[in-house]
C-alpha cells in the first residue's frame, strides 16, 4: 500500500536527472555508429573529438551489451564484453592492415571500414551460430544484431584508441608505438571494462538505461585521462629508458593533445561520476549511513 | 607466410580452446557461496587467466626455439600449473575457510577414483570445492587450452610474421570468442567431462570451427598485406 505513493514521488527527481543524452538504441547505434566512423578516418583530428567519438562508441557497445544480458546468458555479463573487445582486436588488426589503401598519409584512412564491416560479417555469424535452435540454442531475441552490433563497436572502438595514441592509423607505427609497446594489453582490458562493466554493476530490478549509461560514460573519461597520460609520456621520452636523461619533446602536437585529452577524461569523469552518484542515492528507496564498524571485545 | 598452415594452426587452436572450456571446472556464483563444484567465477576469467599463464610461458620458450611443438607445450604448461594452482587454493578455501568437503554433484561415485560421492554431498547443494575427478578434468582442461593458445600464438608469430607483441594480441583475441561460445554452450557452470552437459561439446565445435575459420582468414588477409608474401 505504501509502496505507491513513493514511486509516484520519485518520478519528478528521476526526470530532472536523466541523462540528456536521446535516442533509442536504435538511433543511438546509428549515430555512434556513422560518428565513429568518420572521425576513425580521420586521424588528423584533435584528441577531444576523438574522445568524444569514443564515448559514442562505448555508449553503443554497452546498449548491445544490455539488450542482450537482460535476457540471461548464463555466464554472467562479463563473457559478452569480453568477446566484443576480442572481435574488436582480430578487426582492428585487419582494418590496420587494409589502412594504406586509399590513404592520405596523416590525414585520412578510409580503408579500416572494411575492417568494421568484416568484423560485423563475423559477429553477424557468430551470433547466428549460438542463436540457431539446432546449434547453441540460446534463445535470446535478436542476438545476431547485438553481436553484430558489438564486433562493429569493438572494432572501432579499438581503432579510435589506437589513432588516438599514435595519431594515424599506419600498422607500422600503430605496431611500434601501440603493440610493441604493450599498451594493448591496457586498452584490452579497458575496453573490457568499459562495455562490461557499466551493465554488470548497475543490473537488478531497478536497472535503468539512464543511470547505466553514465556510469559507461564516467569510465570512458577514465580511459580517455590514461590514454591522455599515454601520449604525454609517449611525446617526450623515447622508449629507450636510457634516453630518460636527456627529455627531449620529440611531438609537440602530441604533447598538447594528451594535455588536452587528459583534462577532458578527468572533466567527463568528475561530471559523471558525481552525476551518477547522485543518480543512485536519488533512485534508491533511502540512504542510511551504517557508522563504523564496531569490534566485538 | 604460409596461408594454409595459418588457418590451419588458428582453427586447431580455436577447437582445442572450446574443448578446454567444457573441460574446466566452472562454479559461478554458486560455488561463490559453496554451493556448487568448481571454481568460484566464470569461463571467462578461468579461461582467460589460463590462456594469458600460457601465452606468457609460449612466447618466453619462443624466443629461443623454433619448435611448434616445444612452444605449444611450454603453453600448455603454463596453462595447467595456472589451473592446479587455483583449484588448489579453491580447494584449501572451502575445506579449511568453510569446513565442506569437496564432493561432486552431478555423479554418486567419482568416475576415476570410485569414491562414493553421494554421502557427502550437503542436501539441496549442487557440490562443492574441486573433487579428484574434477581436479583431473581441470588440468586437462587448461593443459588443452593453453596449447591451442600458444598454437595460434606460434602460428601469428612464425608463419604470418606478426611482431610478438601483434601475435600474442591476436592470439587471445581468437582464444577469447571460442572460449565464450563454449562458455554459452554449457550454459555457464560445468564440472568436466563426467558432466552431463558435456554431451552438448559437438555443437560448440561447429560453432568454433567456423568462428575461427573466419578469423584465420582475417589473419591470413591482415598478415598478407602488411608482411607481403606468396598466396
Known sequence: MTVTPAVVEEEPTKKGLSFKLPLDETEMGLIAGIVAAIVVVFTGLPAVIKGIALILAFLWGMDSVRKTSKYGLGTGVPSIGVLATGFGVVGALVGLALAKYGSIEGVAYPAVLVGVILMGVIGLVAGILSNHEKVIAMKIPKLERAMMELGMAGTLIILLECSIVTGSLNFNAVVNQVLNTGLIALMFIFTCFGLLHPYNACLGPDENRERTRMCSVEIVGLLCALLGFVMIILSSFSWELGSIASVTISSPWKLWNGVSLLIFGLAVWAYFFRMFIKACMDEAYETVGTGMIKTIE | ?231
Open chain 2, 1 to 231: 607466410m604460409e596461408p594454409i598452415l595459418i588457418i590451419l594452426c588458428v582453427v586447431a587452436g580455436g577447437l582445442l580452446a572450446s574443448l578446454g572450456a567444457h573441460l574446466l571446472p566452472v562454479g559461478g556464483a554458486p560455488a561463490a557461496m559453496g554451493t556448487a563444484t568448481g571454481i568460484a567465477t566464470g569461463t571467462v576469467q578461468i579461461m582467460l587467466g589460463a590462456a594469458m599463464t600460457g601465452l606468457f610461458t609460449a612466447a618466453s620458450a619462443a624466443t629461443f626455439t623454433d619448435s611448434l611443438l616445444l612452444v605449444a607445450l611450454s603453453g600448455a604448461i603454463g596453462a595447467t600449473v595456472m589451473m592446479c594452482v587455483v583449484m588448489l587454493m579453491a580447494n584449501i578455501l572451502y575445506t579449511f575457510g568453510c569446513g565442506i568437503v569437496p564432493v561432486s554433484g552431478r555423479v554418486d561415485v567419482d568416475p576415476l577414483t570410485k569414491e562414493p560421492q553421494a554421502p557427502y554431498k550437503t542436501p539441496q547443494t549442487d557440490g562443492h570445492g574441486v573433487p579428484n575427478c574434477v581436479y583431473v578434468s581441470g588440468m586437462l582442461g587448461g593443459f588443452v587450452g593453453g596449447f591451442g593458445g600458444a598454437l595460434m600464438y606460434f602460428a601469428l608469430l612464425n608463419y604470418a610474421d606478426f611482431s610478438a607483441g601483434t601475435a600474442a594480441i591476436g592470439a587471445l583475441a581468437i582464444f577469447v570468442p571460442n572460449a565464450i561460445i563454449a562458455a554459452y554452450n554449457i550454459r555457464g557452470t560445468i564440472e568436466g567431462f563426467h558432466d552431463p552437459k558435456f554431451k552438448r561439446l559437438p555443437f560448440a565445435m561447429v560453432t568454433s570451427l567456423v568462428i575461427s575459420l573466419l578469423c584465420g582468414i582475417m589473419v591470413v588477409i591482415a598478415s598478407y598485406l602488411t608482411v607481403g608474401g606468396t598466396m
